[in-house]
């Protein structure tokens, strides 16, 4: 078992010096707590925008029973780490973080203990049994997969080197107005990197909204571009616009009909009712009282697995207000895959916002789609309100959804999508191109420059019936020519500041 530590932290010599006057006490514990500052925003991108890691003192006591004294140990005796000493119960865990000087490259130690190395065994375990039966998937995380780690090593450092120097070059978050630093970012691509040259496999199927993590998904896409397999380049091939694509199946009215409506031990959906269950079904029957079978392979709700805290969804509501000629504007402009572009001018000359590269047309996209409901009256959601006057049928049907919980949207979202790229889509692959090393990244699947066009053809032709629409698939080559063209891209910059 590798624990991640600052690569300039000699924990042996600052132990010995100043030993813990608390027992029991293990070292491998203590570096345990200094490895999850490091390793919980591998698996949670949105902590690199925080100042402090979480840690959830519950999950700690679980490993480490007297765990409050080797955080006291390291906070105020080896002066290690640094606290907002701020919690707030079920809502928020305490965050530490390391002092300045440690907040640098990481390297890795063994568990020498082993008790504690059994335990933390045991919660890898947990998670190879969460992907057991994704095998189709999770043998391709095999020794040939491999990583230019000395190449992407240079290549954090340099662009590091490069964005320290100015913020306007650090990636900031509108809805959160809030900037990720450019430490974090090194710290976690230089850690995902490492895990992948050493073969540390993290894979895990996560129970909210079904979605495949790996270590590819945890990776940042710019240093996917060092990957190979078996010596080959590997081609991702990309849903464009894939959450609003996504989000067109919503507004069918097929796709609200229950076409079972039972209770499911396994987190599926269940349906609660505000109104008494009579009138529901009513409607329902009314609506199919010639339905014999929804259109052939078209999604549909049943199809889902969403966590079970989804049960209050008012499916009831939703077909009533459903009419799909409202609904053409904005369905042909995501399957034409312009929506972005469409957004973005309309951002420029009705508000005047002028937004300096696609991620950030995609940042703007999702506070539309996915802040609270409540949001729209502040002075930061002008988009949001414009999108609301753009396609105002959309957004209302988005606004219901969202009426009790702002997060079931993209959840619901997210459920979809990982239903088709990997219970779909993916298992079909495996079946019809048994020797196609296939890769899912959510709303991407990557493979090698052999099967692409099939990979490409099937994701077409499952995405068409599933949704209704056919989808817009862009390919991108995975190759160290990018990472490049990246840094040459942020030294122009730099220059161009300069001059």
């Known amino acids: ?59 700690l006591q679980e490993k480490i029973q007297n765990y409050k004294k080797y955080l006291d140990y390291l906070e105020h005796d080896l002066k290690i780490i640094e606290s907002d000493n701020h919690y707030v119960v079920g809502e928020k865990s305490k965050g530490f973080r390391f002092i300045e000087k ?73 809805v959160r107005k809030k900037y990720k630093h450019p430490t974090n970012q090194l710290i976690h691509a230089q850690m995902s990197a490492q895990r992948l040259k050493w073969q540390d496999y993290n894979l895990l199927l996560d129970d ?11 990776m940042p896409s710019r240093v996917r571009n060092a990957i190979t397999y078996d010596g ?56 199919n009282k010639d339905f014999k079978e929804l259109e052939s392979n078209k999604l549909n709700i049943s199809n889902i697995n969403i966590h079970n805290s989804d049960s209050y969804i008012m499916l009831g509501e939703i077909p009533q207000s459903l009419v799909d000629n409202e609904f053409q504007h904005y369905i042909d402009l995501v399957v034409s895959g312009k929506l972005y572009e469409y957004l973005e001018d309309a951002f420029l000359n009705e508000l005047g916002i002028e937004l300096k590269d696609r991620k950030e047309v995609k940042a703007a996209v999702f506070q539309v789609l996915f802040t609270s409901n409540q949001f729209k009256g502040q002075a930061e959601a002008a988009p949001k309100r414009l999108f609301e006057q753009k396609f105002k049928e959309v957004y209302d049907v988005f606004a219901k959804i969202k009426s009790k919980d702002k997060s079931l949207l993209p959840r619901l979202l997210q459920s ?34 052999e099967y692409v066009s099939v990979v490409e053809q099937i994701m077409i032709e499952e995405l068409t019936k599933a949704i209704g629409h056919a989808p817009t698939i862009r390919p991108e080559v995975w190759c160290k020519s990018n990472m490049v063209k990246h840094l040459e891209a942020l030294k122009q910059k730099a220059f161009a500041v300069a001059s």
């Open 208 to 218: 909210n909204v079904f979605r495949l993590h790996t270590n590819l998904t945890n």
């Open 102 to 174: 440690y907040r640098t490259s990481v390297n890795f130690m063994q568990v020498e203990d082993f008790v504690f190395r059994n335990k933390l065994k045991a919660q890898k375990n947990r998670k190879i049994e969460s992907v057991k039966h994704l095998d189709f998937l999770t043998k391709w995380f095999n020794p040939k997969l491999k990583i230019d780690y000395d190449f992407v090593y240079e290549f954090l450092e340099e662009e590091h080197s490069l964005k320290i120097k100015d913020k306007a070059y650090w990636e900031y978050d509108r």
């Open 1 to 59: 078992m590798r624990l991640y530590l600052p690569d300039n932290l000699d924990i042996f010599e600052l132990t010995h010096n100043n030993p813990p006057s608390f027992k029991p006490y293990k070292l491998d514990k203590l570096c345990y707590i200094l490895h999850l500052i490091n390793a919980i925003p591998l698996m949670d991108k949105d902590i690199q925008y925080e100042d402090f890691v979480p840690i959830n003192a519950k999950k």
């Open 416 to 449: 979809i999508e990982s239903h088709l790229m990997i219970n779909v889509i993916a298992k079909r692959i495996s079946v019809e191109y048994p020797f196609a090393p296939i890769y899912t990244i959510h709303d991407s699947i990557s493979t090698t420059e």
């Open 232 to 287: 080959q380049k590997l081609i991702s091939l990309d849903i464009k616009n894939s959450q609003p694509y996504l989000s067109t199946i919503l507004l069918s009215r097929d796709f609200w009909i229950m076409q079972k409506i039972e209770s499911n031990k396994n987190n599926s959906l269940s349906i609660a009712f505000d109104e008494p269950q009579s009138r529901y079904f009513s409607y329902f029957n009314q609506i």
